[in-house]
């Protein structure tokens, strides 16, 4: 039988290793986003969170486990910012409108999480550095989205996967712009962008008061 003593150490020991996993995806997001992924060696990663690489290898099995990782975080806290932005509008257009702005939001409230990826993806090599399948729950969003706004009569009727690689293409633009382009105006951005899938996909015979 574990005594209360045992238990607390073994929480306190968990929450530990957890929050230096963080740290370390963290370090990590840090690194890939100002060097680049093939600069982002382990011993730089190691460095920003005053640690040995040693340290890193007994948490990740190497530099591709880790990179898995930092995406799998990206995703989830873009999905935890986003997500809810999402589920309380009434109706689909309002719901693309919220998907759109809250992208774009997450993207200037969290900067490097985007620029990371963009250098992983853009680092080459054989094969993705991680599983694209956690892209999916994204593109998923949106396709329920649009076509629940085609159910509904608000939008018109348009090829679903053309338009969900547009918006998403869009989206995904605004990292390199940012490169670039640090003043970028993100809230005129979205406000672009949104007008612009708005008339994209808004259905002809669709009145909309105050347009």
Known sequence: MRSNSQTSDQGRQSFIEAARRAQIIECAIDAIAELGFAQASLAQ??????????VIS???????????????????????F?????????DARSALHAFIEAGVDFIG?????PVAIMNISRAGGEGPRFDHSIEEPRRAGYTR???????????RNFDIPVMVATIIEALDFIPHRLIVEPDLDLA????????????????????????
Do not use: C, M
Not at 109 to 113: E, G, I
Not at 145 to 155: C, D, H, R, T
């Open 109 to 113: 409230a969290k900067p490097r999480y």
């Open 82 to 90: 986003i997500e809810p932005r999402v589920l309380q509008q009434p």
């Open 45 to 54: 990663i190691a460095k920003r969170a005053g640690i040995s690489t040693g």
């Open 188 to 211: 005129a951005y979205a406000r672009e962008l949104v007008t612009l899938f708005d008339l994209a996909t808004r259905h002809p015979n669709l009145s909309i008061s105050g347009d």
């Open 58 to 80: 007994y948490y990740f099995a190497g530099k591709d486990d880790l990179i898995r990782e930092v995406a799998a975080h990206v995703y989830d806290v873009g999905r935890i």
């Open 145 to 155: 989205i649009l076509g629940w706004g085609q159910e509904a009569g608000l939008f």
